[in-house]
């Protein structure tokens, strides 16, 4: 009965310090927060976190100055999908954040993301936390340019099981071949390897591939990498090298020659991702048959 009065106690007061630091960030008081207990253990019953953890995790999107509605909804995609990719809750809160705000999506599409992760994850020879790392490398400008999120995850799976390289190094390959197909505005630029911009444009349309549209914009990159996928094929040695070169550069050559080649599997993939809704929660179903599961939840209740 001691043992059990102590451990008892020094669980309130571990709830109430993470409650507390909640509280401090965000507009509530800590008996406020306390009033959430519910909601928390609710989420902690479905996604094998205890509610310290919870708490824990719920605290990093208070601090991105996220509402408590907002709150809920991300802390259950992160926590679900921590435990379907076998990552750290930090870990996946992190990924998720450089996602969602990339790609400026709300709350509610939180899971929508992590479903695509699950979705390629299980589809490809990758796994989430690699698609997940390479894409927090090139959100941001990928939406700037026009790829969708489909898009690029698709691209990233396929380089990714192809090459075989860091997640690092693609998304930043990726980052570079993005820079290099919209800076065509700044005609008088010359790029790092001494490429003039608008030969990246010359090297494009040799193939039959639009770079901008009529009134001179750039188009989606996704819509230029479609055309020129479809083209792929039909090109010679030479050419594929030349539009490679133009395009990526010498020192990203090799993994947009892994994206262009069998454009076919790079498409399967992006549709993986378009179709993967539900995903994470399918994925979590069968987490919870294990032992480890059923353990937390004998520790949350």
């Known amino acids: 009965l001691k043992q059990l009065y102590s451990e008892t106690v020094r ?10 630091g909640i509280a401090i960030v965000s507009s509530m008081t800590t008996e406020q927060v306390w009033q959430q207990y519910d909601a928390f253990s609710k989420l902690a019953k479905q996604t094998g ?32 999908a921590a435990k379907v990719a076998g990552i750290t809750g930090e870990e996946s809160v992190r990924y998720l954040t450089a996602a969602v705000n990339g790609y400026r999506l709300s709350a509610d599409q939180a899971m929508m993301v992590s479903d695509k992760f699950a979705a390629l994850a299980a589809a490809s020879a990758t796994d989430y936390d690699g698609l997940a790392t390479a894409l927090s490398k090139v959100s941001a400008q990928a939406y700037t340019v026009g790829v969708d999120m489909d898009s690029m995850l698709g691209y990233i799976a396929k380089v990714l099981e192809v090459t ?27 790029l790092e390897d001494g490429m003039s911009i608008n030969k990246v444009e010359t ?8 770079l901008t549209d009529t009134t001179g914009e750039v188009r989606d990159l996704d819509d230029v990498l479609d055309d020129l996928g479809g083209q792929w094929n039909k090109l010679s040695k030479n050419q594929k090298t030349y539009v490679a070169t133009a395009v990526a550069g010498t020192r ?10 069998d454009y076919d599997r790079t498409m399967e993939l992006v549709e993986s991702s378009s179709n993967s809704l539900g995903a994470t929660y399918a994925q979590q179903a069968v987490y919870t048959e294990s032992l480890a599961f059923a353990q937390n939840q004998l520790n949350v209740a």
Do not use: C
């Open 49 to 80: 976190f205890t509610v310290k953890e919870i708490s824990n995790l719920s605290l990093e999107y208070f601090r991105q100055g996220k509402t408590l509605g907002d709150v809920i909804k991300l802390t259950e995609a992160a926590a679900s």
């Open 164 to 190: 075989r390289e860091a997640p690092e190094n693609i998304g930043t390959a990726f980052k570079t071949i993005f820079a290099r197909m919209s800076e065509i505005k700044d005609f008088g630029a010359t």
């Open 203 to 210: 090297a494009l349309a040799s193939v039959g591939v639009a």
């Open 11 to 20: 669980t309130i007061q571990d709830l109430d310090a993470a409650f507390n």
């Open 252 to 261: 990203q050559q090799s993994r947009f020659l892994a994206l262009m080649e």
